[in-house]
């Protein structure tokens, strides 16, 4: 399976700030996703990020709120933007599965905003 | 919309105590039914994945099956080290194939 690794894996950061999360994954991989988990909440996909286009979201998130680099097969960042106290939560990377594996996770990014 | 309902939400057993747990989907053309375990400031850690009604997969104290409309995943004899979130996942056809829905999760502790 890939190992990712993730970083930052938290911070507290101020309201209107922004902060970008990266992941760096030891193999390339055509896809990788980025997640949201909220308190006491289920995984929900932010995006699927591909190298050499760009990112698709999902219904309710926004490339303003939300942009997503690419720029090669082993690497992506999630940017959070213009923080509020609701974008508290853990974001996590993802990637495709390989052969006979599943999606394999990142070890995620706990953010607070104060 | 594709939806996935795991219960119970949380399970407390013994040890050696065996359970189940339950993950109802509905998905539209399942692609594939993920098992995760996720530890306290962890992310998931992949299990298992099922890929059609009557498929069973075992490792360890772990056994997932799945059916057209659930899947389980069976506990044998737990032991104190087992206790952790366990999610269901469902990969469905819309969205270009490669979404995963996941459920809420069951919080599982084992006690000595």
């Known amino acids: 399976s890939a190992v990712i690794s993730q970083k930052p894996s938290r911070d507290i950061c101020q309201r209107g700030t922004s902060l970008t999360i990266q992941c760096q994954v030891d193999s390339q991989v055509t896809m990788m996703f980025w997640y949201r988990q909220q308190p006491g909440q289920s995984l929900t996909l932010i995006a699927t990020?591909?190298?050499?286009?760009?990112?698709?979201?999902e219904s309710g998130f926004v490339i303003d709120k939300f942009p997503i680099s690419r720029p090669n097969l082993t690497f992506s960042t999630l940017t959070v933007s213009n923080m509020s106290p609701e974008d508290s939560s853990i974001y996590l990377c993802?990637?495709?599965?390989?052969?006979?594996?599943?999606?394999?996770f990142g070890s995620g990014t706990r953010l607070t905003v104060v | 919309e594709d939806q996935v309902t795991q219960s119970p939400e949380a399970l407390r057993l013994q040890e050696g105590e065996s359970s189940s747990l339950n993950c109802s989907y509905t998905v539209s053309g399942l692609r594939g039914l993920f098992w995760y375990r996720q530890d306290p400031g962890k992310g998931p850690e992949f299990l298992f994945t099922?890929?059609?009604a009557g498929e069973e997969k075992e490792k360890e104290r772990l056994k997932a099956t799945l059916t057209k409309k659930e899947s389980f995943l069976h506990i044998t004899a737990p032991k104190p080290e087992d206790s952790a979130t366990y999610l269901c996942a469902a990969r469905g056809s819309t969205g270009g194939g490669n979404k995963l829905t996941f459920g809420t999760g069951t919080q599982l502790k084992v006690e000595l």
């Open positions: 990020a591909n190298q050499g286009s760009e990112a698709t979201y």
């Open positions: 993802s990637v495709e599965p390989l052969t006979n594996y599943g999606y394999t």
């Open positions: 099922l890929y059609s």
